[in-house]
C-alpha cells in the first residue's frame, strides 16, 4: 500500500471511529458545544428509597422486587387513605395531594438505603453528635415553642440545608444550567441556587461564610467534582436534619456523571470530623424522566414558602393560647 493509499486508510478509520465516538454521544451522554458532558437540564432526586437502611433491613443492601413493589403500593394506599381524612385532635391539618408530590418509587436498583459508604448504609455518627441531632429530630412539630428561633430553619422558609438528597415529601426538583466556566443550580424548595465557578479560582475568604457553602467545580475525565467549604457558623438553629446544617468544619464533595440522555449519577460525601466518626457517601441518581419516580414533570416554578408566612406567627399565638389554657385548668 502507498503512503497516500495509508493515509486515505487512517483518515478513513479515523472519520469512522469519529463519527461512531459522537453518535455514542449524542445517544448516551449528550455534551455540551464545547465537548463538557451536557448535564443542563429539570431533574428530580424523588424516590421512596430512604437516605439510611432501616433496621428492619439490615445486612441488606438489596429490596426484592416484590419488596420493592409492595413498598410502592403500600406508599400509594396509604396517600390515597390520607386524602380528606380528618385531622387529627388539636391539629389543623397539613397538605393533601394537590400540593404535595411525594416519590412513589424507589430507585432502579432497588437499594435499601441511599447511602452507599459506609457499607451499613448508615450516617457514622459520633456519639455526643447523634444525641445532639436525635434531641433536634424529637422536637420537630412538638415544640416549645418561646420564639420564632424554636421553629426550624425550613420552617422558617430559609434553607432546609445542604445537598439534593430526596429528603423532602415534594419539591425534589432542581434545573441545571452550564457555561465552560460556571454550573448553576436552581433548586425548587426554597428557591434556593448555587453558582459554581469552574474556572479555577480559589475560595473565598474563610472568615465569609455562606449558608449552602462556597462550591467550586473542576472536571476528572467526565465526572464534574464540586467541592464546597466555608460554610457559614448556623449551627445554632434549629435544624430538621442536623445533618445537613451549615457548619464551618463542613465540607462537602459532589460528584456529577451523565451517564445517558436522562440520568445523572449524582453522589455526595459528607466529611466532618466533628460531627462524624469517618467521611460518609450517598448516591442520589438524578432523572429527567419525572414520571419513572412517580412525580410530576413540568417547568420549574418559583417556590415562594409560606406567602408572608404567616404560618411562623401563628405557630406562636397557638403555644401561648395553650399555656394560657394550662395556666387556667384547661378552660
Same mark, same amino acid.
Given at each position: 500500500?502507498?503512503?497516500?493509499?495509508?493515509?486515505?486508510?487512517?483518515?478513513?478509520?479515523?472519520?469512522?471511529?469519529?463519527?461512531?465516538?459522537?453518535?455514542?454521544?449524542?445517544?448516551?451522554?449528550?455534551?455540551?458545544?464545547?465537548?463538557?458532558?451536557?448535564?443542563?437540564?429539570? /431533574?428530580? $432526586?424523588?424516590?421512596?428509597?430512604?437516605?439510611? +437502611?432501616?433496621?428492619?433491613?439490615?445486612?441488606? &443492601? %438489596?429490596?426484592? *422486587?416484590?419488596? *420493592?413493589?409492595?413498598?410502592?403500593? *403500600?406508599?400509594?394506599?396509604?396517600?390515597?387513605?390520607?386524602? !380528606? *381524612?380528618?385531622?387529627?385532635? !388539636?391539629?389543623?391539618?397539613?397538605?393533601?395531594?394537590?400540593?404535595?408530590?411525594?416519590?412513589?418509587?424507589?430507585?432502579?436498583?432497588?437499594? $435499601?438505603?441511599?447511602?452507599?459508604?459506609?457499607?451499613?448504609?448508615?450516617?457514622?455518627?459520633?456519639? &455526643?453528635?447523634?444525641?445532639?441531632?436525635? #434531641? %433536634? +429530630?424529637?422536637?420537630?412539630?412538638?415544640?416549645?415553642?418561646?420564639?420564632?428561633?424554636?421553629?426550624?430553619? !425550613? &420552617?422558617?422558609?430559609?434553607?432546609?440545608?445542604?445537598?439534593?438528597?430526596?429528603?423532602?415529601?415534594?419539591?425534589?426538583?432542581?434545573?441545571?444550567?452550564?457555561?465552560?466556566?460556571?454550573?448553576?443550580?436552581?433548586?425548587?424548595?426554597?428557591?434556593?441556587?448555587?453558582?459554581?465557578?469552574?474556572?479555577?479560582?480559589?475560595?473565598?475568604?474563610?472568615?465569609?461564610? #455562606?449558608?449552602?457553602?462556597?462550591?467550586? !467545580?473542576?472536571?476528572?475525565?467526565?465526572?464534574?467534582?464540586?467541592?464546597?467549604?466555608?460554610?457559614?457558623?448556623?449551627?445554632?438553629?434549629? /435544624?430538621?436534619?442536623? /445533618?445537613?446544617?451549615? +457548619?464551618?468544619?463542613?465540607?462537602?464533595?459532589? +460528584?456529577?456523571?451523565? $451517564?445517558?440522555?436522562?440520568?445523572?449519577?449524582?453522589?455526595?460525601?459528607?466529611?466532618?470530623?466533628?460531627?462524624?466518626?469517618?467521611?460518609?457517601?450517598?448516591?442520589?441518581?438524578?432523572?429527567?424522566?419525572?414520571?419513572?419516580?412517580?412525580?410530576?414533570?413540568?417547568?420549574?416554578? &418559583?417556590?415562594?414558602?409560606?406567602?408572608?408566612?404567616?404560618?411562623?406567627?401563628?405557630?406562636?399565638?397557638?403555644?401561648?393560647?395553650?399555656?394560657?389554657?394550662?395556666?387556667?385548668?384547661?378552660?
Amino acid at each position: 500500500m502507498t503512503l497516500r493509499g495509508r493515509s486515505i486508510l487512517v483518515l478513513t478509520l479515523s472519520t469512522a471511529w469519529y463519527a461512531a465516538t459522537c453518535a455514542a454521544w449524542s445517544e448516551d451522554v449528550p455534551r455540551t458545544a464545547w465537548g463538557s458532558p451536557d448535564l443542563q437540564g429539570i /431533574w428530580t $432526586t424523588a424516590t421512596l428509597t430512604p437516605l439510611e +437502611r432501616p433496621d428492619h433491613h439490615r445486612g441488606h &443492601e %438489596q429490596l426484592t *422486587a416484590e419488596e *420493592a413493589n409492595a413498598l410502592e403500593t *403500600a406508599t400509594i394506599q396509604r396517600l390515597a387513605r390520607s386524602d !380528606g *381524612a380528618e385531622p387529627p385532635a !388539636g391539629s389543623v391539618g397539613g397538605y393533601n395531594r394537590v400540593w404535595l408530590d411525594p416519590g412513589l418509587k424507589v430507585l432502579p436498583n432497588r437499594p $435499601t438505603a441511599l447511602i452507599v459508604d459506609p457499607p451499613d448504609g448508615r450516617i457514622p455518627w459520633k456519639p &455526643e453528635a447523634k444525641a445532639w441531632s436525635d #434531641q %433536634q +429530630r424529637a422536637r420537630y412539630g412538638v415544640g416549645p415553642y418561646h420564639g420564632f428561633l424554636d421553629l426550624d430553619t !425550613g &420552617e422558617r422558609c430559609i434553607s432546609d440545608g445542604i445537598t439534593m438528597a430526596p429528603l423532602q415529601p415534594y419539591n425534589m426538583n432542581f434545573q441545571i444550567l452550564q457555561t465552560p466556566d460556571y454550573l448553576a443550580i436552581v433548586q425548587e424548595m426554597y428557591h434556593e441556587y448555587r453558582i459554581i465557578p469552574l474556572d479555577g479560582r480559589p475560595h473565598i475568604d474563610e472568615r465569609v461564610g #455562606q449558608w449552602l457553602g462556597d462550591g467550586r !467545580g473542576r472536571w476528572e475525565g467526565d465526572t464534574l467534582v464540586v467541592e464546597t467549604t466555608r460554610f457559614a457558623d448556623k449551627s445554632h438553629y434549629y /435544624w430538621a436534619w442536623p /445533618w445537613r446544617s451549615a +457548619r464551618p468544619t463542613l465540607r462537602l464533595v459532589e +460528584r456529577f456523571t451523565r $451517564t445517558d440522555s436522562r440520568t445523572i449519577d449524582y453522589r455526595f460525601t459528607v466529611d466532618d470530623p466533628v460531627m462524624f466518626t469517618r467521611p460518609w457517601t450517598a448516591s442520589s441518581p438524578m432523572t429527567t424522566d419525572q414520571a419513572s419516580r412517580g412525580v410530576t414533570a413540568g417547568a420549574l416554578y &418559583e417556590y415562594a414558602c409560606h406567602e408572608g408566612n404567616y404560618a411562623l406567627p401563628n405557630v406562636l399565638r397557638g403555644a401561648r393560647a395553650e399555656a394560657q389554657r394550662a395556666q387556667s385548668g384547661g378552660t
